[in-house]
């Protein structure tokens, strides 16, 4: 878990860019490993982890993430590690949104930071958690549990939920969008209905063809535009079969796939952020006939509009604001 969160952490802005083909972004967060000593260590499975610094370092942080520990479920770890726990106290103290996953729940119970809080642990742990932690309101049945107002205390579940905790952390401090591209490039959520539809459109491939550019600038603006093919071939003067012909030699595409790859990309991106109604979206990205539209959208994505608005559009927006004391479940 500690790597996975390492590189999803570290990817947020670059690696959008660099897996659709679009201009890099600068890293969004700056990932630093935190433990008792500077001396590399081996955790559970066998890997070995080389902290950036020391609990007694003196360095700020806007985030902190607790991993799960390799613990029994029922074991008494009360002032266990009363070092880990002071300086997460510290760090809250300071401003820090403090999270835990899984197990590290414990440590923040251990801290005194939920007392009077609910919160959420696997479910495996939660009786234990319950009977040695009894100020704490478990919640062993949510994803993730804001217990503040101010949302600097968030637990999350089972292991896995590590992914939720991500696109939550993500959707907060960079923004919605980022979180969509996170999920969609690290497959986040349910993914049952397989991986189409969290495909982006990747930018043609570079080229020479200098009309072809020209028609493809033109296109990013008026993809909606009716007879969009044969404005095409109008504006540049050659004929259909020698347009067809360069443009599939220039961008991989057939004229007409790469106008519909654009309308379903903007697509997409109204459906994940606007309320607007499904057929309305169809006739603003040039289709008048809303029910081509959709059998064209569930070709190309593997789900209808209104599915992919249920996968998207809530992300980032998936938690209701904490009120104190109050649980955020995942829809």
């Not at 119970?109 to 919160?119: I, M, P, Q, R, T």
């Not at 503040?148 to 952390?169: I, N, Q």
């Not at 007879?227 to 599939?248: H, M, N, P, Q």
Request: proline share 5%; aromatic share 10%.
């Amino acid at each position: 878990m500690l790597f996975g969160l390492k590189e999803v952490l570290e990817a947020v802005g670059p690696v959008w860019g660099m897996v659709t083909g679009n201009a890099p972004a600068e890293p969004r967060f700056d990932v630093a490993v935190v433990a008792v000593t500077a001396e590399p260590f081996g955790c559970a499975g066998g890997a070995w982890v080389k902290p950036s610094t020391t609990f007694a370092g003196n360095q700020r942080f806007d985030i902190v993430l607790v991993t799960d520990l390799t613990i029994a479920p029922d074991a008494d770890h009360r002032g266990r590690w009363p070092e880990v726990t002071a300086w997460l106290a510290d760090r809250y103290a300071e401003g820090a949104v403090v999270a835990s996953i899984c197990s590290g729940s414990v440590l923040l119970a251990d801290a005194g930071l939920l007392d009077g809080k609910e919160a959420t642990t696997h479910w495996a742990f939660a009786e234990g958690y319950a009977r040695h932690f009894p100020k704490v309101g478990w919640r062993p049945e949510r994803i993730l549990c804001i217990a503040d107002a101010e949302e600097r205390l968030v637990t999350a579940g089972g292991a896995a939920s590590w992914e939720d905790l991500m696109l939550w952390l993500v959707a907060r401090f960079v923004g919605p969008a980022e979180a969509v591209r996170l999920a969609k490039i690290y497959i986040f959520g349910d993914r049952s209905e397989g991986q189409l539809l969290y495909a982006a459109l990747r930018r043609p491939r570079r080229h020479e063809d200098r009309v072809i550019a020209l028609c493809q600038d033109w296109l990013a603006e008026a993809y909606a535009e009716p007879d969009i093919v044969a404005r095409l071939v109008e504006r540049t003067g050659l004929s259909e079969k020698s347009f067809t012909r360069r443009f599939k030699a220039a961008t991989g595409h057939a004229p007409l796939d790469y106008v519909q790859r654009l309308r379903i990309e903007e697509a997409k991106e109204l459906l994940e952020t606007t309320a607007e109604p499904v057929d309305a979206i169809g006739c603003s990205v040039g289709y008048a006939d809303t029910s081509f539209f959709r059998r064209l959208f569930k070709r190309q994505t593997g789900v209808t509009p209104t599915r992919y608005r249920q996968r998207f559009a809530g992300i980032g927006k998936a938690f209701v604001r904490a009120e104190s004391g109050r649980c955020a479940g995942s829809r």
